[in-house]
């Protein structure tokens, strides 16, 4: 709960008011005022996981905070890294005191397929400084990108505090085993509705990119506008999302509003088409085009 500078609240008085805070979540969540989310509802209804793109290995139980493994591109075997994966569901703290916990659930088939693209073509990144935004638990793309390209500089961000911290685990580890390209790697909490977050960062990125995260109603604009300001004046986004209803429509016309001209693909790489006539062919109870298939979106900065 944010203070006023100068008038600290007395800490029983301010004790009290976060625990109120925390009875009035815990009491939404328990109404499931949360389940009305549309992605929080795919989550328990969730049967499709995967374009197989990256085969699992080692998975190797820890503590309580997750199990590692290694993830290795099926197309690219030499590229590798180490993730990190929370254990189980989300425990009520979790709930009542982040904001948005997608990105903790699990890995989204878009970011997958954005990890996937990023290695294929990773002679684009050269030289360039490079923004993960809405990475989750995994940040997986950007780790392609820092494992795979001649990249200047890349950073793994997400609004979930909980989602960096495990970022920030998952980092260490991979820069302890060498396995990063990149010149530097790192992580931060970005909010994109924070003026600080974003403007600290403002026209740093040539290239700013994220997987399923248009679905948001309430931080649409924000993305939109985050993008915008973190880009160098040529800068382009790079955007995967699912066409989610119309969600993935109203950023496009909030994102042309803000002056960016957009590319949008729908077939943007063979196996992946391929893959997708597959799926809707043989798994019409699983997979769902509307909920599952990404489309890529390229954004290009002119004003
Ligand atoms: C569906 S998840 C996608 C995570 C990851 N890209 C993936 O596909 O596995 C959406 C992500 O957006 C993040 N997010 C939502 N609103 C945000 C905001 N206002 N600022 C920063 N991140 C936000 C959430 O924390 C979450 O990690």
């Not at 006023?4 to 009290?16: I, L, T």
């Not at 389940?35 to 049967?47: A, E, G, I, N, T």
């Not at 590692?68 to 994966?85: A, C, D, G, H, M």
């Amino acid at each position: 709960m944010a203070e006023a500078a100068g008038s600290p609240r007395p800490p029983a008085a301010a004790g009290r008011c976060v625990a109120r805070a925390r009875w009035r979540l815990l009491g939404q969540v328990l109404k499931k005022k949360h389940l009305k989310d549309v992605h929080l509802q795919q989550v328990s209804v969730r049967r499709f996981t995967s374009f197989n793109l990256f085969s699992i290995e080692d998975w190797n139980k820890e503590e309580e905070t997750g199990s590692w493994v290694q993830y290795k591109s099926i197309f690219y075997p030499e590229y590798s890294v180490s993730l990190r994966f929370h254990n189980g569901v989300l425990n009520v703290e979790d709930i009542l005191t982040s904001f948005d916990n997608t990105g903790n659930v699990c890995l989204w088939p878009s970011e997958e397929v954005l990890a996937y693209y990023c290695l294929k073509h990773n002679e684009m990144f050269r030289d360039l400084a490079v923004c993960e935004l809405g990475g989750g638990m995994t940040c997986l793309a950007g780790l392609m990108v820092a494992i795979s390209a001649d990249v200047k500089e890349v950073l793994l961000t997400d609004g979930n505090e909980k989602a960096i911290k495990n970022v920030s685990d998952i980092i260490t580890r991979n820069q302890n085993a060498g396995a990063f390209k990149a010149q530097k790697v790192s992580s931060c909490i970005l909010r994109w509705d924070n003026e600080t977050d974003v403007s600290q960062l403002e026209g740093h990125f040539d290239i700013v990119m994220c997987a399923d995260c248009l679905f948001l109603d309430r931080y649409r604009a924000s993305l939109v506008d985050a993008m915008k300001r973190l880009l160098q004046p040529s800068g382009k986004a790079m955007v995967f999302a699912p066409l989610r209803g119309n969600t993935l429509n109203q950023f496009c016309n909030l994102a042309e509003k803000a002056g960016f001209s957009i590319q949008r693909h729908e077939n943007y790489d063979e196996h992946i088409s391929n893959f997708h006539s597959k799926l809707k062919n043989e798994e019409k109870d699983t997979y769902e085009e509307n909920l599952h298939y990404p489309f890529l979106l390229v954004l290009t900065k002119h004003r």
